[in-house]
């Protein structure tokens, strides 16, 4: 089934692994996470920590997305990976998100080296379901000239993420997910996954719940502790919430997406689901401001202006309590009731401690969430008080 490209990086990064074992039991030449506590714990917030779902495991209301960790658009390269893992593990964080497909594998590679050291620390998700192709099994050794390549025409960046999109392909088959997770088990060294989504499922697959009955056998053998969803559209956690098994789903929601509000959210809550929440800055628009909204970038006029009116009456609620638009977003779902963790998506250690500082204010009071709920158009009394 066009298997043999991931069949043959998994051996490539296994017999890497085995050499790097041999010779330094770090891998790589990666350091012992040494965590600059001169550099944090300043002015960052206290972490919080809430259960996930109905699961026993404890998560940080803020965890680290790792999609870009060993891509070909990062910057930096290893060392650069390792140093936002230890900025995030310094600051509290122990929720790391990634996945088999990002960096072909790369970053779950990084991320097992880099937390080896706080594995009893830390919380380990991972996803599954969609195929190496071809082309990203050869990409994968090509990574360095690739990076040298962006740094002279930045721009090619969205040449590569086309290709990406092209060479899509999904399976999840209980063969096929039984492989990668093996393969994602040696990358992360571990021998249990804490938390395991089928990436992005089409309806049908869920609707039909035969994956669910090899998630369970999975959870049987202790290959994994939990599963979940991570959820192309938020309306999917619809049909997740039906499977008794399902501890967690993941699903986009932020202040320019905020239909997750309505029913998914709310369902996920009241099934005792964990929600973790991803591209909580929407893509890095609530890091700029209406004015840097492009209309080329919308299928029409009436959406172009209607989204740039929203972020307008953002900005101002956004003055009012005293910081930026970022920390307004953040500091929302961080707060919304039935959100377990907020995902951060960056290998940039300075980006990371901007988040972070951002919540080192007082919460939002509930006048404001009300005014954020109502400018959305959800339900009302979702937020919750902070523990912190």
């Known amino acids: ?26 891998g790589w030449g990666a350091p012992t996470l040494q965590r600059p506590r001169s550099v944090v714990q300043r002015n960052w917030c206290k972490m919080e920590y809430l259960r996930l779902g109905k699961s026993e495991l404890k998560v940080s209301a803020l965890g680290l997305g790792c999609s870009r960790l060993g891509s070909v658009t990062q910057a930096g390269g290893e060392q650069a990976a390792f140093r936002v893992i230890g ?22 590679v990084l ?9 009893d620390k830390v919380v380990l998700a991972t996803k599954a379901g969609y195929c190496l192709s071809a082309m990203g099994g050869l990409a994968k050794h090509f990574k360095p000239l690739l990076r040298r390549l962006l740094r002279v025409r930045p721009g090619f960046s969205k040449s590569i993420q086309k290709v990406r999109a092209a060479q899509a392909r999904q399976d999840f ?10 393969a994602s088990l040696r990358r992360l060294r571990v021998e249990t996954l804490d938390l395991f989504y089928l990436h992005n499922p089409p309806a049908d697959v869920l609707e039909r719940g035969e994956v669910f009955e090899a998630l369970e056998t999975f959870k049987r053998q202790g290959k994994l502790r939990h599963y979940g969803v991570s ?21 986009e929601i932020s202040l320019l997406k905020p239909e997750a509000l309505a ?24 890091l700029g ?3 840097e909204l492009h209309p080329e970038a919308y299928a029409s006029r009436e959406q172009f202006e209607a989204e740039q009116s929203r972020l307008a009456q953002l900005e101002k609620l956004a003055a ?3 910081g930026s638009l970022a920390r307004l977003a953040l500091q929302f779902l961080r707060q919304l009731d039935g959100i377990s963790s907020v995902l951060i998506g960056t290998t940039n250690t300075g980006h990371l401690q901007q988040h972070l500082a951002a919540l080192a204010g007082p919460p939002l009071s509930p006048d404001h969430l009300a005014r954020i709920l109502a400018l959305l158009g959800a339900p009302p009394a979702q937020g919750r008080p902070p523990s912190i």
Not at 173 to 182: M, V
């Open 289 to 291: 401001s209406a004015a």
């Open 263 to 286: 029913q998914a959210l709310p369902a996920s809550r009241a099934k005792d689901l964990g929600v973790v929440a991803r591209q909580a800055l929407a893509g890095g628009l609530l």
């Open 320 to 322: 009012e309590t005293g």
């Open 87 to 108: 900025c995030a593990l310094d600051a509290g964080i122990n929720f790391f998100d990634t996945a088999d497909i990002y960096g072909q594998g790369t970053s779950e």
């Open 173 to 182: 088959s209980t063969p096929y997910l039984a492989a990668r997770i093996e």
């Open 111 to 119: 991320l097992g080296k880099a937390v080896k050291a706080h594995r």
């Open 231 to 251: 959820c192309l559209a938020a309306e999917d956690a619809l049909l997740c919430v039906k499977q008794p098994g399902v501890a967690a789903v993941q699903f």
């Open 1 to 26: 089934m066009g298997a043999w490209p991931a069949r043959v990086a998994d051996l490539l990064i296994d017999i890497q692994c085995r050499v790097n074992a041999a010779f330094n039991d770090d």
